[in-house]
Protein backbone atom coordinates (compact mmCIF):
# COMPACT_ATOMS: atom_id res chain seq x y z
CA UNK A 1 0.00 0.00 0.00
CA UNK A 2 0.98 3.24 -0.59
CA UNK A 3 2.45 5.23 2.45
CA UNK A 4 2.39 8.96 1.22
CA UNK A 5 -0.47 10.44 -1.16
CA UNK A 6 2.26 12.09 -3.19
CA UNK A 7 3.37 8.10 -4.74
CA UNK A 8 0.00 7.96 -6.36
CA UNK A 9 -0.10 8.93 -10.12
CA UNK A 10 -2.75 11.22 -9.76
CA UNK A 11 -2.43 15.57 -9.53
CA UNK A 12 -5.91 15.31 -7.36
CA UNK A 13 -4.04 12.86 -4.39
CA UNK A 14 -0.59 14.85 -5.17
CA UNK A 15 -2.56 18.01 -4.23
CA UNK A 16 -3.61 16.66 -1.54
CA UNK A 17 -0.16 15.50 -0.20
CA UNK A 18 1.05 19.32 -0.02
CA UNK A 19 -2.16 20.95 1.44
CA UNK A 20 -4.32 18.23 2.18
CA UNK A 21 -3.33 18.50 6.33
CA UNK A 22 -5.66 19.27 8.40
CA UNK A 23 -5.64 22.83 9.10
CA UNK A 24 -2.91 23.64 6.16
CA UNK A 25 -6.24 25.55 4.20
CA UNK A 26 -7.31 27.38 7.09
CA UNK A 27 -3.95 28.46 7.09
CA UNK A 28 -4.29 29.29 3.14
CA UNK A 29 -7.64 31.11 3.87
CA UNK A 30 -6.13 33.40 6.40
CA UNK A 31 -2.99 34.10 3.72
CA UNK A 32 -5.70 35.25 1.24
CA UNK A 33 -7.57 37.35 3.70
CA UNK A 34 -4.01 39.23 3.66
CA UNK A 35 -2.31 37.83 7.28
CA UNK A 36 1.26 37.63 6.60
CA UNK A 37 3.00 36.99 9.67
CA UNK A 38 2.74 34.57 12.22
CA UNK A 39 1.58 35.98 15.22
CA UNK A 40 -1.93 37.11 12.97
CA UNK A 41 -2.05 33.27 11.85
CA UNK A 42 -1.22 31.87 15.89
CA UNK A 43 -4.18 34.31 16.78
CA UNK A 44 -6.67 33.41 14.20
CA UNK A 45 -6.34 29.85 13.98
CA UNK A 46 -7.13 27.50 17.31
CA UNK A 47 -4.15 25.50 17.23
CA UNK A 48 -0.95 24.86 18.69
CA UNK A 49 2.03 27.16 17.88
CA UNK A 50 4.34 24.04 16.57
CA UNK A 51 1.54 23.01 14.73
CA UNK A 52 1.08 26.07 12.63
CA UNK A 53 5.03 26.49 12.86
CA UNK A 54 5.12 22.84 10.81
CA UNK A 55 2.26 23.76 8.39
CA UNK A 56 3.68 27.17 7.72
CA UNK A 57 7.52 25.58 6.81
CA UNK A 58 5.39 22.65 4.94
CA UNK A 59 3.72 25.48 2.87
CA UNK A 60 7.45 27.58 2.46
CA UNK A 61 8.70 24.01 1.33
CA UNK A 62 6.36 23.28 -1.28
CA UNK A 63 6.77 27.27 -2.37
CA UNK A 64 3.04 27.82 -1.69
CA UNK A 65 4.26 30.74 0.52
CA UNK A 66 7.54 32.87 0.36
CA UNK A 67 9.41 33.91 3.88
CA UNK A 68 10.74 37.11 3.74
CA UNK A 69 12.84 38.89 6.84
CA UNK A 70 10.73 41.95 7.52
CA UNK A 71 12.51 42.83 10.90
CA UNK A 72 16.78 42.63 11.74
CA UNK A 73 16.38 42.46 15.53
CA UNK A 74 14.82 40.31 16.55
CA UNK A 75 14.59 38.20 13.39
CA UNK A 76 10.82 38.34 12.01
CA UNK A 77 9.63 36.73 9.12
CA UNK A 78 6.51 37.38 6.94
CA UNK A 79 4.94 34.59 4.76
CA UNK A 80 3.55 35.71 1.01
CA UNK A 81 1.23 33.77 -0.84
CA UNK A 82 3.34 32.91 -4.44
CA UNK A 83 1.87 32.50 -7.54
CA UNK A 84 1.80 28.77 -6.77
CA UNK A 85 -0.49 30.08 -4.13
CA UNK A 86 -2.50 32.12 -5.37
CA UNK A 87 -3.56 29.56 -7.78
CA UNK A 88 -5.10 27.82 -5.12
CA UNK A 89 -8.16 30.31 -4.85
CA UNK A 90 -10.40 28.18 -7.06
CA UNK A 91 -9.98 25.47 -4.21
CA UNK A 92 -10.48 27.56 -1.56
CA UNK A 93 -13.64 29.63 -3.07
CA UNK A 94 -14.91 25.92 -3.83
CA UNK A 95 -14.54 25.10 -0.02
CA UNK A 96 -16.16 28.60 0.71
CA UNK A 97 -19.21 28.19 -1.10
CA UNK A 98 -20.10 24.63 -0.28
CA UNK A 99 -20.17 25.39 3.20
CA UNK A 100 -21.82 28.21 2.84
CA UNK A 101 -24.74 26.47 0.91
CA UNK A 102 -24.30 23.62 3.12
CA UNK A 103 -23.05 24.30 6.49
CA UNK A 104 -24.42 27.16 7.63
CA UNK A 105 -26.30 27.45 10.80
CA UNK A 106 -29.34 29.61 10.80
CA UNK A 107 -27.89 32.50 11.39
CA UNK A 108 -26.52 32.18 7.63
CA UNK A 109 -23.48 32.10 6.15
CA UNK A 110 -20.93 33.67 8.54
CA UNK A 111 -18.80 35.83 6.02
CA UNK A 112 -19.86 37.72 3.49
CA UNK A 113 -17.27 38.44 0.26
CA UNK A 114 -18.72 40.55 -2.14
CA UNK A 115 -16.66 41.64 -5.62
CA UNK A 116 -16.83 45.10 -4.82
CA UNK A 117 -16.44 46.58 -8.40
CA UNK A 118 -19.99 44.89 -9.36
CA UNK A 119 -22.99 46.56 -8.47
CA UNK A 120 -25.44 43.37 -8.70
CA UNK A 121 -27.32 41.94 -5.73
CA UNK A 122 -25.43 38.50 -6.39
CA UNK A 123 -21.81 40.41 -6.41
CA UNK A 124 -20.06 37.02 -5.07
CA UNK A 125 -17.02 35.22 -5.85
CA UNK A 126 -18.13 31.94 -7.19
CA UNK A 127 -15.84 28.81 -8.07
CA UNK A 128 -17.65 27.22 -11.34
CA UNK A 129 -15.75 24.99 -13.75
CA UNK A 130 -15.15 25.86 -17.57
CA UNK A 131 -13.80 24.59 -20.59
CA UNK A 132 -10.33 26.01 -21.04
CA UNK A 133 -11.41 25.79 -24.98
CA UNK A 134 -14.73 27.43 -25.26
CA UNK A 135 -15.87 28.68 -22.10
CA UNK A 136 -18.91 26.94 -20.97
CA UNK A 137 -19.82 25.91 -17.51
CA UNK A 138 -18.89 22.40 -17.26
CA UNK A 139 -20.62 19.64 -15.68
CA UNK A 140 -18.94 15.66 -14.68
CA UNK A 141 -21.03 14.99 -18.01
CA UNK A 142 -19.58 17.24 -20.03
CA UNK A 143 -15.94 16.00 -19.21
CA UNK A 144 -14.50 12.34 -20.50
CA UNK A 145 -11.27 11.06 -19.72
CA UNK A 146 -9.07 11.09 -23.01
CA UNK A 147 -5.59 9.28 -21.66
CA UNK B 1 -8.84 25.88 21.79
CA UNK B 2 -11.75 24.31 19.44
CA UNK B 3 -11.24 20.11 18.71
CA UNK B 4 -13.15 20.36 15.91
CA UNK B 5 -13.44 22.00 12.24
CA UNK B 6 -17.03 22.27 12.55
CA UNK B 7 -16.99 24.07 15.47
CA UNK B 8 -15.39 27.01 13.88
CA UNK B 9 -17.62 29.95 12.44
CA UNK B 10 -16.10 29.74 9.16
CA UNK B 11 -17.61 27.87 5.77
CA UNK B 12 -14.46 26.77 4.94
CA UNK B 13 -13.52 24.86 8.01
CA UNK B 14 -17.25 23.30 8.10
CA UNK B 15 -16.46 22.19 4.49
CA UNK B 16 -13.07 20.76 5.87
CA UNK B 17 -14.71 19.22 8.51
CA UNK B 18 -16.78 17.01 6.16
CA UNK B 19 -14.32 16.22 3.13
CA UNK B 20 -10.84 17.44 4.50
CA UNK B 21 -10.23 13.82 6.04
CA UNK B 22 -7.15 11.75 4.58
CA UNK B 23 -8.33 10.06 1.43
CA UNK B 24 -11.77 11.21 1.08
CA UNK B 25 -11.35 13.55 -1.70
CA UNK B 26 -9.60 10.69 -3.58
CA UNK B 27 -13.48 8.79 -2.93
CA UNK B 28 -15.04 11.30 -4.37
CA UNK B 29 -12.54 11.93 -7.21
CA UNK B 30 -13.71 8.15 -7.84
CA UNK B 31 -16.92 8.74 -7.80
CA UNK B 32 -16.98 11.75 -9.57
CA UNK B 33 -15.07 8.74 -12.26
CA UNK B 34 -18.53 6.86 -12.23
CA UNK B 35 -17.33 4.45 -9.39
CA UNK B 36 -20.41 3.34 -7.07
CA UNK B 37 -19.18 -0.07 -5.71
CA UNK B 38 -17.17 -0.88 -2.45
CA UNK B 39 -15.32 -2.84 -4.55
CA UNK B 40 -14.76 -0.48 -6.90
CA UNK B 41 -13.54 2.00 -4.55
CA UNK B 42 -11.63 -0.62 -2.76
CA UNK B 43 -9.40 -1.69 -5.75
CA UNK B 44 -8.38 2.07 -6.72
CA UNK B 45 -7.30 3.38 -3.32
CA UNK B 46 -4.29 1.85 -1.75
CA UNK B 47 -6.06 2.22 2.03
CA UNK B 48 -7.62 -0.52 4.49
CA UNK B 49 -11.19 -1.66 3.96
CA UNK B 50 -12.33 -0.69 7.45
CA UNK B 51 -10.70 3.24 6.61
CA UNK B 52 -12.63 3.14 3.23
CA UNK B 53 -16.11 1.92 4.81
CA UNK B 54 -15.37 4.88 7.73
CA UNK B 55 -14.97 7.35 4.93
CA UNK B 56 -18.22 5.94 3.08
CA UNK B 57 -20.14 6.45 5.97
CA UNK B 58 -19.26 10.20 6.83
CA UNK B 59 -19.66 11.05 3.05
CA UNK B 60 -23.14 9.18 3.68
CA UNK B 61 -24.10 10.50 7.07
CA UNK B 62 -23.62 14.00 5.41
CA UNK B 63 -25.56 13.69 2.57
CA UNK B 64 -22.90 13.92 0.06
CA UNK B 65 -23.43 9.96 -1.00
CA UNK B 66 -26.67 8.24 -1.01
CA UNK B 67 -26.46 4.40 -0.27
CA UNK B 68 -28.64 2.17 -2.14
CA UNK B 69 -29.15 -1.77 -2.12
CA UNK B 70 -28.87 -2.87 -5.66
CA UNK B 71 -28.90 -6.62 -4.68
CA UNK B 72 -30.72 -8.53 -2.27
CA UNK B 73 -28.98 -11.71 -1.89
CA UNK B 74 -26.19 -11.28 -0.04
CA UNK B 75 -27.47 -7.55 0.25
CA UNK B 76 -24.66 -5.20 -2.13
CA UNK B 77 -25.49 -1.52 -1.39
CA UNK B 78 -23.84 1.36 -4.02
CA UNK B 79 -22.79 5.18 -3.49
CA UNK B 80 -23.96 8.13 -6.04
CA UNK B 81 -23.29 11.33 -5.72
CA UNK B 82 -26.21 13.44 -4.54
CA UNK B 83 -26.85 16.87 -5.65
CA UNK B 84 -24.89 17.75 -2.40
CA UNK B 85 -21.81 16.12 -3.83
CA UNK B 86 -22.06 16.86 -7.14
CA UNK B 87 -21.63 20.59 -6.09
CA UNK B 88 -17.81 19.42 -4.81
CA UNK B 89 -16.69 19.51 -8.74
CA UNK B 90 -15.22 22.42 -8.33
CA UNK B 91 -13.33 22.16 -5.24
CA UNK B 92 -11.92 18.30 -7.29
CA UNK B 93 -11.16 19.61 -10.45
CA UNK B 94 -9.21 22.71 -8.44
CA UNK B 95 -7.48 20.46 -7.27
CA UNK B 96 -7.06 18.65 -10.54
CA UNK B 97 -5.38 21.74 -12.07
CA UNK B 98 -3.35 22.72 -9.15
CA UNK B 99 -1.42 19.57 -9.15
CA UNK B 100 -1.02 19.46 -13.15
CA UNK B 101 0.32 22.55 -13.31
CA UNK B 102 2.57 22.49 -10.49
CA UNK B 103 2.92 18.70 -9.23
CA UNK B 104 3.27 16.54 -12.81
CA UNK B 105 6.45 14.55 -13.06
CA UNK B 106 8.58 14.97 -15.86
CA UNK B 107 6.29 12.53 -17.98
CA UNK B 108 3.69 15.12 -17.74
CA UNK B 109 0.21 14.88 -16.14
CA UNK B 110 -1.05 11.75 -15.18
CA UNK B 111 -4.62 12.22 -16.69
CA UNK B 112 -6.33 13.99 -19.30
CA UNK B 113 -9.67 15.25 -18.85
CA UNK B 114 -11.04 16.58 -22.05
CA UNK B 115 -14.35 18.63 -22.76
CA UNK B 116 -15.76 16.29 -24.89
CA UNK B 117 -18.31 18.24 -27.20
CA UNK B 118 -15.54 20.91 -28.17
CA UNK B 119 -12.98 20.39 -30.66
CA UNK B 120 -10.31 23.68 -29.60
CA UNK B 121 -7.15 21.67 -28.36
CA UNK B 122 -7.56 23.46 -25.17
CA UNK B 123 -10.67 21.22 -24.21
CA UNK B 124 -10.15 20.45 -20.31
CA UNK B 125 -12.20 21.57 -17.62
CA UNK B 126 -10.54 24.11 -15.33
CA UNK B 127 -12.08 25.73 -12.26
CA UNK B 128 -12.09 29.96 -11.95
CA UNK B 129 -13.37 32.25 -9.64
CA UNK B 130 -16.10 34.16 -11.28
CA UNK B 131 -18.41 36.89 -9.94
CA UNK B 132 -22.00 35.22 -9.55
CA UNK B 133 -23.47 38.91 -10.83
CA UNK B 134 -21.30 39.93 -13.64
CA UNK B 135 -19.65 36.75 -14.82
CA UNK B 136 -16.15 38.86 -14.41
CA UNK B 137 -13.18 36.03 -13.74
CA UNK B 138 -12.05 37.60 -9.71
CA UNK B 139 -8.45 37.29 -8.31
CA UNK B 140 -8.33 37.82 -4.92
CA UNK B 141 -8.00 41.58 -5.32
CA UNK B 142 -11.55 41.96 -6.82
CA UNK B 143 -12.94 40.63 -3.34
CA UNK B 144 -13.76 42.20 -0.26
CA UNK B 145 -15.09 40.62 2.91
CA UNK B 146 -18.28 42.58 3.81
CA UNK B 147 -19.33 41.16 6.87
Known amino acids: M ?7 RCSVARSLD ?16 GMTRFEEFAESLP ?14 DHGVLAREQY ?6 YEYRLTRKGADLYPVLI ?7 AYLAGDDGPPLDLTHHKCESP ?12 CGEHLTPRDVRRSA
Open 2 to 8: AKSLADL
Open 18 to 33: VIGERWTMLVLRDAFN
Open 47 to 60: IARNILAARLKTLV
Open 71 to 76: QDRPPR
Open 94 to 100: GLFNWGD
Open 122 to 133: EAHPESVVVCRG
